[in-house]
Every structure is written in structure tokens, then in C-alpha cells.
């Protein structure tokens, strides 16, 4: 049986707020000016895959061969940046996603830490504009970490800033490269989305309104 359920370290993008789906729009909007057949279900690829890592797998959709420069990827992975710094500027303190408030009240209650382990350099801004910078123990961001998801390094450097060891924390994420990287911390994962997407995580939820503090505390006694 593992340690008592110490923390709950959520993923921000598609978990505390719907900015995966601003990710998508605003690589849809590059990938059609190129001319690229970018669909939702490729996308899905791109959750939780840093910036410049993303513009690759957008490009490698490309039926010729992209030599692009270094100065040319640079150029539109900061445009798809301009794009999606206009779409979170509109982010209010009602955009949060359903059940996040009392989930996170309820851990507070019950003693549990929180944390955000984010693979994105806007996390604080998105943060700042739904006014919850007080509402978890620790955040970490790209900036604090060398290896992206799905590396474990985000999730452990939360584990290690709360003070807490990995088997005593859940993970929550809406990626693919997420849900692996919870696993490669040797957290329990919890996966929000289509079950199919995600046969690595302890338990998929359709949506963020499903999330329990009861039902994780259970889940992590069980692994
Ligand atoms: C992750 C998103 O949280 O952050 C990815 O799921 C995104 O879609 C990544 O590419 C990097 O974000 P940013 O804001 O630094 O471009
Ligand atoms: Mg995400």
C-alpha cells in the first residue's frame, strides 16, 4: 500500500482552465496559412508538448519535406505565441473549469497539498488573469525545468518544492505526454478526457466536473 495521499499536483492547460483549447486554436490558425491538414484528433499529440516541440510535430504533417531555418521556426512558434497570448488576454476568474473550486477547497480542508506543474511559459499569466495565484502551495512553470513532458521533472520538482515524496502525490492531466510523465514520477495518474487516449492512467474522467477528493484518496490508497 503506498504512503497516505499527501498531494494533488494539477497540469493548468485543459485541467484548471480550457487554454488546450487556445493552444489548438491558435496552431490551427498557423497550420492552416501552411497549408497543413491539422485536425483536433492530431492535437491531441500536442497537449502538454512544449511550444517549440509542437511546431515540429505540426510540421511533420507536411506531405513535402519543411527546411525551414532556425530563425523561420523561431519566427512562428512566437507567432502562434502572439496568437495565443490575444486568446488567454480575455481569461476571467469564471473560466475555471467545473468541480476545480471545490476539489481544491476540499483538499484544503482535508490538509492535502496542491501544486500546478505546467509545461507552459504563459502558466502565470493564465493564472493571474483567473485570480488564483493564492489558491495552490506551488507553482512550477517551463521556466523552472530543463526536460518537458513528458520527462518527469515538472512533476517532481513539485513533489520535491511541497516537500512531499511522488508516491504520496496524484497527478491530474488532459495529455497524453502528461499522464506519462505522472507515471514516470511514480505518481498515481489521473487523466481527464477520452478513455481510449489514455490507457496508461489509473482512472480517466470524462470531464474536470467528475474529480472527488474522496475518489482520489481512494484511488491512490489502491496503487
Ligand atoms: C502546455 C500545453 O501546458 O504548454 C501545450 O498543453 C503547450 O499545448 C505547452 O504547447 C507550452 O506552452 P507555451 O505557453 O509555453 O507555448
Ligand atoms: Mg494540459
Known sequence: MSDKLQAVIFDLDGVITDTAEHHYLAWKAIGDELNLP???EFNENLKGVSRLESLRLLLSLSPVE?????EQLNA??????DLYKELIAQIKPSDVLPGIPEL???LKRLGIKTAIA???????????????????????D??????????????LAAAEQLGVKPEACVGIEDA????????????TAVAIGKKEHFPHAHVTYSCTAELNADALIELHRQH
Not at 66 to 70: G, R, V
Not at 76 to 81: I, P, S, V
Not at 142 to 155: H, L, M, W
Not at 176 to 187: D, L, P
Request: proline share 3%; aromatic share 8%; hydrophobic share 40%.
Open 176 to 187: 497524453v505526454a502528461g499522464v506519462e510523465a505522472i507515471r514516470s514520477a511514480h505518481m
Open 66 to 70: 519543411l527546411n525551414y531555418s532556425e
Open 118 to 140: 505546467s509545461a507552459s511559459k504563459n502558466a502565470f499569466s493564465v493564472i493571474k488573469n483567473l485570480k488564483m495565484e493564492e489558491q495552490f502551495d506551488i507553482i512550477v
Open 104 to 106: 481544491l477547497g476540499k
Open 142 to 155: 517551463a521556466a523552472e525545468i530543463k526536460n518537458s513532458k513528458p520527462d518527469p521533472e515538472v512533476f
Open 38 to 40: 491539422f485536425t483536433r
Open 76 to 81: 512562428l512558434a512566437e507567432r502562434k505565441n
